[in-house]
């Protein structure tokens, strides 16, 4: 048996969207947004996942300018480019670390 044989997993990726006819969706009307908080156990990092679907004709959004990667330090998307993720820092461990110290607005609570 050769060791050095590698074996190749076909990934399996969302099929294109078809291109909305002239004159149908504009999606404009109303979109759902779908916002999940995930905190990473084995690296202490918290992210948000954004996705966004126009529900008149159910087409999903796909995320632009962003790399087709899984990273947990710098805003990406995943390789179908439906969901982003963003990195987020709790404010108080945003103000200790050295290089941003600076003079950071108070975030201040508005009551409801």
Not at 4 to 26: D, F, K, Q, T, Y
Not at 33 to 44: G, K
């Amino acid at each position: 048996m050769n060791e050095n044989v590698i074996h190749r997993v076909p990934i399996e990726m969302p099929s294109a969207l078809p291109a909305p006819e002239p004159g149908s969706c504009l999606h404009n009307e109303e979109v759902n947004t779908v916002c999940r908080f995930v905190y990473l156990e084995d690296t202490h990092h918290y992210t948000l996942e954004l996705r966004a679907t126009c529900v008149t004709c159910g087409i999903p959004f796909r995320f632009v300018e962003l790399p087709h990667a899984i990273l947990i330090t710098r805003p990406s998307r995943d390789m179908s480019g439906i969901t982003a993720s963003l990195p987020l820092v709790p404010d108080e461990e945003l103000r200790k670390l050295s290089e941003f110290q600076h003079d950071w607005p108070q975030c201040e609570e508005k009551d409801s």
